[in-house]
């Protein structure tokens, strides 16, 4: 069973930074793509930033420049590095399995939450 366990979020200021975790257990992590998703109350999930098997990655228009997203295949996990947050991230993020968003496994979800 494919189970994916994030962690890392938290409280920050404005301006600050937070990394946020997945550890996936379950599947053959290093020939999967990964996502992380965000929802923010009252709004409609959507992408943060994605990187492949290959470590291509993809991300939001409203986080590009300031959001990295790893993968480190030894420990089966994903990392979601955010830099200059804003209030406006202030949202749970999701990791997911897989390059698209249908199909695939979710975690659980971690907040994130902005402070101005």
């Known amino acids: 069973q494919v189970q994916l366990q994030a962690s890392g979020g938290g409280l920050v200021q404005a301006g600050g930074s937070l990394r946020v975790s997945c550890l996936v257990s379950?599947?053959?992590?290093?020939?999967?793509?990964m996502g992380w998703y965000r929802q923010a109350p009252g709004k409609q999930r959507e992408l943060v930033a994605r990187?492949?098997?290959?470590?291509?990655?993809q991300y939001g228009d409203s986080v590009k420049g300031r959001f990295t997203i790893s993968r480190d295949n030894a420990k089966n996990t994903v990392y979601l590095q955010m830099n200059g947050l804003k209030p406006e991230d202030t949202a749970v993020y999701y990791c997911?399995?897989?390059?698209?968003?249908?199909?695939?496994?979710w975690g659980q979800g971690t907040q994130v939450t902005v402070s101005s």
């Open positions: 997911k399995s897989g390059w698209s968003i249908a199909g695939g496994y």
């Open positions: 379950g599947s053959i992590f290093s020939a999967t793509g």
């Open positions: 990187i492949s098997s290959l470590g291509a990655t």
